[in-house]
């Protein structure tokens, strides 16, 4: 079982500001039954934005990874949904829009019809799936571009359009994805529709899309932004290149068997050259990088979820919007080149309240 909510104590010290006109006020608990709100009750970034959501406002959210922050805009459009009736599902027109970097980032239980629409998987059954129906749609913009220029998904009713993770979508390319979406189509215009950003960091181009796509908004800032979540032990460890295997099987060794272990390298050679190794020296371990096939991810996530196989190698690319819980330690077997790709690789361990470590070969 999960032990998520074990540091939720922690959590109420974490400042969090938000600023706007006429600011709804926070809440300090949620009547709800979702296992996505924590034991110890909401996360700093439920505690705001989930008033701020229902009082319709725009938002523009900076929040560490691990934060709650999926809960957070989720609980308040599904309730509302239902409120609403969610009536009939017309085919192909959703009326919730999640657009996010990549898949893996969302699998979520409600009665709300949701369809997910990523690149890499048969485009054939995730249309049959829209033909169905489908209240909310969770789409990474590549796929989703594809699917309106087939003319298989309209955003005509769209009421509510949320973009999670927008600092890492624009890092991978995305942003005339992300305008064609929102701006060159039939999505209704902001003042209409009610929009969500969700970013860890607050890079200018992020402070432009938030100029462009939200009105009247409020902003919240949860901790310091860009920052890395303290409820993580971090560690520098100098190595020479030729020592850094035996001292990484040093780290594995020293790691309790059950506790999931995610070890990030720069390249995707790198990471299929480190799992033969380590599985040369009896590890149970996987990788995933982007030459791997949706099918190839998906399988290797779930032996590392499962725990089946403890140690993930990856490369940053692969691993952006990874939400696995209780991954207990996170090893840069090589140094990422900028700090916020730091910050999101962080963001592995340590989620949603838990402890966890980090190691800098």
């Known amino acids: 079982g999960s032990n ?14 938000a600023t706007g006109q006429n600011c709804p006020h926070h809440i300090e608990s949620v009547s709800c039954s979702s296992s996505s709100i924590g034991v110890g009750g909401p996360t700093p970034v439920q505690k705001y934005a989930i008033p701020i959501i229902k009082s319709k406002r725009d938002l523009m959210a900076c929040a560490q990874t ?14 509302q949904i239902y409120t609403d009736g969610p009536g009939e599902a017309l085919n192909q027109y959703p009326i919730a829009l999640v657009l996010a970097p990549t898949r893996e980032l969302f699998s979520y239980r409600s009665r709300v019809r949701p369809c997910v629409v990523y690149g890499g998987a048969d485009i054939g059954q995730q249309i049959r799936d829209l033909e169905r129906g489908c209240h909310l749609l969770v789409a990474t913009p590549g796929r989703l571009v594809d699917m309106m220029e087939r003319g298989k998904i309209g955003l005509d009713y769209c009421n509510y359009l949320i973009l999670d993770e927008a600092d890492r979508m624009l890092d991978m390319g995305f942003e005339p994805q992300i305008r064609r979406i929102v701006e060159q189509d039939t999505m209704p215009h902001k003042g209409i ?11 200018k181009e992020i402070q432009i899309l938030a100029r462009d ?9 949860v ?17 020479e290149e030729s020592d850094k295997r035996s001292f990484l099987l040093d780290l594995l060794s ?32 996987t990788s995933i990088h982007g030459d791997r096939s949706q099918r190839d991810r998906e399988e290797a ?21 990874l939400d696995i819980s209780n991954v207990k330690h996170v090893i840069n077997f090589d140094l990422p080149s900028d700090i916020e790709e730091y910050v999101h690789r ?5 989620r949603v309240g838990n402890l966890g470590e980090l190691e800098n070969l």
């Open 4 to 17: 998520t909510g074990i540091n939720f104590e922690k959590y109420d010290d974490i400042p969090v500001e």
């Open 66 to 79: 691990g934060s709650g922050k999926t809960a957070a805009f989720l609980l308040p459009i599904l309730s």
């Open 193 to 203: 529709r009610q929009t969500l950003m969700f970013s860890a960091t607050f890079p």
């Open 213 to 221: 796509f939200l009105e009247d908004y409020i902003f919240l800032a």
């Open 223 to 239: 901790g310091r932004v860009g920052s890395t979540s303290e409820n993580i032990t971090q560690k520098v460890v100098w190595v």
């Open 254 to 285: 020293a790691t309790g068997k059950d506790s999931l272990t995610l070890v990030f390298v720069e390249t995707k050679k790198g990471a299929d050259a480190l799992e033969d190794f380590l599985y040369r020296e009896g590890y149970a371990c």
């Open 301 to 321: 996530l779930n032996q590392f979820r499962s725990g089946k196989c403890p140690i993930l190698v990856a490369t940053a690319v692969a691993a952006r919007g």
């Open 346 to 350: 962080i963001g592995r361990t340590g």
